[in-house]
C-alpha cells in the first residue's frame, strides 16, 4: 500500500535539539556556591546521576501518577543530589532547589546546537509543520521560548502533561491526534533508539535517529534512518515529501 507524503515532523528537545550548558554538577556549584558553599561539580555530577536513576524508577515520569508535578518531583532530586554532598540544613536545600528549578527555565542554561534553528528553519521553508514530543516536564514551553526556539512549533506534547512518556506509544498517539493525519504522514526525529526512534515507529510514523556521537553505526540502524547532525534531515524529508 502506498504511503501518503509526508506533512509533520515530531521534534524531540534535550539532547536532539539542546543541552543542558556544561553539566549539571557546573550548574548546581555555581547555585550552591552563591550560598557560600564549595561543592565539586564532579561530586555533584556523581551524585545526581544516583539520585536521578532512583526518582525515575520510584516515581517515573515525574511521578505524575504519584500525584507528583514536574516541581515537586525535581525538588526532591535537587535537595537528594545536594544531600548527598553535606548540604544539611534544609531551608537552605529547599532554597537552591527552588532557585535552580526556575533558572533552568532561562537560556544560558542550556546551549542550542549548532544546527538546530537552520533545521528547523529549512524544514519550515519546505511546508512542513512542525511540533514537539519529548519527555520534559511543564517549563518545556518557557525553555523554548527564551531559547529562541518555540515559534518553529505548531504544539507541544510533554510527557507532564500527557501523563505518559516514551517510548509508550500512547504519547505518540496524542501527537497524532494534534497532527490531525495519519502516522504515515508524520516523521520524528530524536537522539535516543528506543525512545525516539523505535517507539516511534512502531505506531508507523517515519522515524529517524540523530546519532551526534556516531555510535549506531554497527548496522543497528539503518542508514537512511541515522543522521549524526541535523543538516541532512531537510533534504532526507524532502524525499518523503514527494511520495
Not at 539532547?15 to 550552591?32: F, H, I, M, N, P
Not at 508535578?69 to 526532591?76: A, E, F, K, R, Y
Not at 522515524?207 to 555510535?215: A, E, H, V
Request: charged residues 25%; contains cysteine; hydrophobic residues 35%.
Amino acid at each position: 500500500m502506498r504511503r501518503g507524503p509526508l506533512r509533520w515532523v515530531l521534534w524531540d528537545v534535550k539532547d536532539t535539539l539542546l543541552r543542558v550548558r556544561g553539566s549539571v554538577g557546573d550548574q548546581y556549584s555555581k547555585e550552591a556556591e552563591r550560598w557560600g558553599l564549595s561543592l565539586h561539580p564532579a561530586e555533584i555530577n556523581a551524585a545526581f546521576l544516583e539520585t536521578y536513576r532512583r526518582y525515575s524508577s520510584r516515581y517515573p515520569n515525574y511521578g505524575v501518577s504519584h500525584g507528583l508535578t514536574g516541581q515537586t518531583w525535581w525538588i526532591g532530586v535537587m535537595r537528594d543530589t545536594l544531600s548527598q554532598c553535606r548540604v544539611n540544613d534544609p531551608a537552605l536545600l529547599n532554597t537552591i532547589a527552588t532557585n535552580m528549578y526556575q533558572d533552568f527555565c532561562n537560556a544560558e542554561k542550556w546551549e542550542v546546537f549548532p544546527d538546530s534553528k537552520t533545521a528547523l528553519e529549512r524544514c519550515s521553508s519546505l511546508g512542513l509543520k512542525l511540533g514537539v514530543v519529548s519527555n520534559f516536564d511543564n517549563r518545556l514551553e518557557t525553555i523554548l521560548r527564551n531559547c529562541g526556539l518555540l515559534s518553529y512549533f505548531s504544539f507541544l506534547v510533554t510527557s507532564e502533561a500527557a501523563g505518559v512518556a516514551k517510548p509508550s506509544p500512547a504519547i505518540f498517539h496524542q501527537a497524532l491526534q494534534k497532527c490531525g493525519g495519519p502516522a504515515d504522514r508524520v516523521a520524528h526525529i530524536g537522539d535516543h533508539y528506543v525512545y525516539d526512534y523505535l517507539a516511534s515507529r512502531s505506531v508507523g510514523i517515519h522515524g529517524f535517529l540523530l546519532d551526534r556521537d556516531n555510535s549506531h553505526k554497527n548496522g543497528d540502524v539503518p542508514q537512511e534512518h541515522r543522521f549524526v547532525s541535523l543538516e541532512d534531515l531537510p533534504s532526507r524529508l524532502q524525499e518523503h515529501m514527494a511520495e
